[in-house]
């Protein structure tokens, strides 16, 4: 089945506790994305990858980091997750960078204390 | 600056069309329109996208205004399992690849 798959779903940590929510698509898309959902602000794209090796910033990039080493994998890495991290995660991916659907995750959602 | 506005709330009588608007002055011309939707805290689905022409599929249509600065989605025959929150979506210009997804239409779907 085609599908973006994240985990973990639901995490809990403490500030300051570095953690990756890993991400991986199995439907060979160059193109994935990750984004953050909090209320009242809609999703706002945090780091995109347009293919292997190839990232860069979107709107809310402050405070974590990705690395896209394999085309079907693009982590997303808190360093040092504060409270104002605490959100709503959603990966996503699509064929090609120059546009089309994209598909995504089923989130994560993350609480920093 | 929003690259998108949407109303931040509808509701559609079950069975009738929902008619869903969206503004997009700032839209260069090549960068699509995509509609997305949210269903409670799940990943958005994919609905619908255009350049220019009107589109439809399976789920609904897209009317794109002329001079391309507004859209609006149709979901032709509303159903109880169409209340969610839709999204407008446009390419952030100038940016590459960064999409501007805003804070979306609260659909309800009344019996």
């Known amino acids: 089945e085609a599908q973006v798959t994240q985990n973990p779903r639901y995490l809990i940590t403490v500030t300051g506790k570095k953690l990756t929510v890993t991400c991986s698509q199995n439907m060979n898309h160059e193109y994935m994305s990750w984004y953050r959902q909090d209320p009242g602000l809609g999703l706002r794209q945090i780091y995109y990858s347009m293919n292997v090796e190839v990232t860069d910033k979107g709107d809310v990039p402050e405070g974590y980091k990705v690395s896209r080493k394999e085309k079907r994998n693009f982590p997303l890495i808190l360093e040092s997750p504060s409270p104002n991290q605490t959100s709503l995660y959603f990966c996503?991916?699509?064929?090609?960078?120059?546009?089309?659907?994209?598909?995504f995750g089923p989130g994560t959602r993350l609480l920093v204390l | 600056d929003a690259k998108t506005t949407q109303p931040t709330s509808m509701d559609c009588a079950e069975g009738r069309a929902a008619n869903l608007p969206c503004n997009h002055s700032t839209i260069s011309g090549n960068e699509y329109v995509y509609w997305y939707r949210q269903i409670h805290s799940q990943g958005p689905q994919y609905i619908i996208h255009g350049l220019k022409n009107n589109e439809t599929n399976e789920m609904a249509s897209l009317i794109i205004t002329e001079d391309r600065k507004s859209s609006t989605l149709i979901l032709p025959h509303a159903t109880l399992r169409d209340t969610a929150v839709y999204y407008c979506i446009v390419r952030v210009p100038n940016t590459g690849n960064q999409f501007y997804f805003g804070t979306g239409t609260s659909l309800t779907v009344i019996p």
């Open positions: 996503a991916s699509s064929l090609s960078w120059t546009g089309g659907a994209q598909y």
